[in-house]
């Protein structure tokens, strides 16, 4: 039976031809070009994320007031790094968990927390008016800040970051869907991290090393 693979036939130098052995300049380019990778190789890797690398990705931008009533932007915290989370005060777990993280994160920092902004921006501004919101937001630290708009300003910030949220019913009121990211911008106003909700404070704090 035939292969079905052609095979190329050996190829061999013409009789009588001399065979030199002296090193082609090509050769040794290559040669050299390729040690060099190796050695590129070999130097130190990047640091793996626990979180998700957005560097490149469009950044968000939100015109939403904060509790004392200021009109705020994403431009207005520029010259420091942000953390940026949505959520609703009646959260039962996922807003209280990822808030408590950031204490933590930021008592790791240790003197680069003086740099790191705390950001919560409600998607529940039907219940979460601008007295709860900042008494939800202090209870945790006086230095975080509660953001809120109206329905289309709180829709069109959370499309700009790609986040999701809906409300859903529960008998005779209702709860909160809605993405448990934290979303990391460095100090030049670019996206550069989504930390997952799973993380660990530490994970974090190696993960905004890389942004600081």
């Known amino acids: 039976m035939h292969s079905p693979f052609m095979r190329s036939p050996a190829l061999r130098p013409p009789a009588g ?6 090193p082609d300049p090509r050769r040794r380019l290559l040669l050299s070009s ?12 990047a640091p793996k994320l626990h979180g998700m690398d957005l560097s490149g990705m469009p950044t968000g931008d939100f015109q939403l007031q904060d509790t004392g009533g200021q009109l705020r932007r994403l431009a207005d915290y520029r010259g420091h790094p942000v953390m940026l989370f949505f959520g ?16 933590e994160i930021k008592g790791l920092l240790g003197a680069d927390a003086d740099k790191l902004r705390v950001l919560f921006i409600t998607v529940d501004p039907e219940r979460d008016t601008p007295d709860i919101l900042r008494a939800y937001t ?4 006086p230095a975080f800040v509660g953001l809120r708009g109206d329905a289309e300003q709180t829709r069109a910030a959370a499309q700009s970051f790609k986040v999701f949220y809906q409300k859903v019913a529960t008998g005779s009121s209702y709860t909160m869907d809605h993405t448990a990211l934290t979303y990391i911008i460095d100090a030049q106003g670019k996206l550069r991290l989504a930390l997952r909700h799973q993380q660990t404070a530490e994970q974090c704090v190696q993960d905004l090393r890389t942004v600081l």
């Open 138 to 141: 202090q209870a945790f630290d």
């Open 17 to 22: 031809a001399a065979l030199s052995h002296a």
């Open 88 to 103: 609703f005060t009646q959260c039962p777990d996922i807003c209280p968990t990822a808030l408590t993280r950031a204490i």
């Open 34 to 45: 390729l040690a060099l990778l190796a050695l590129a190789g070999c130097g130190p890797e």
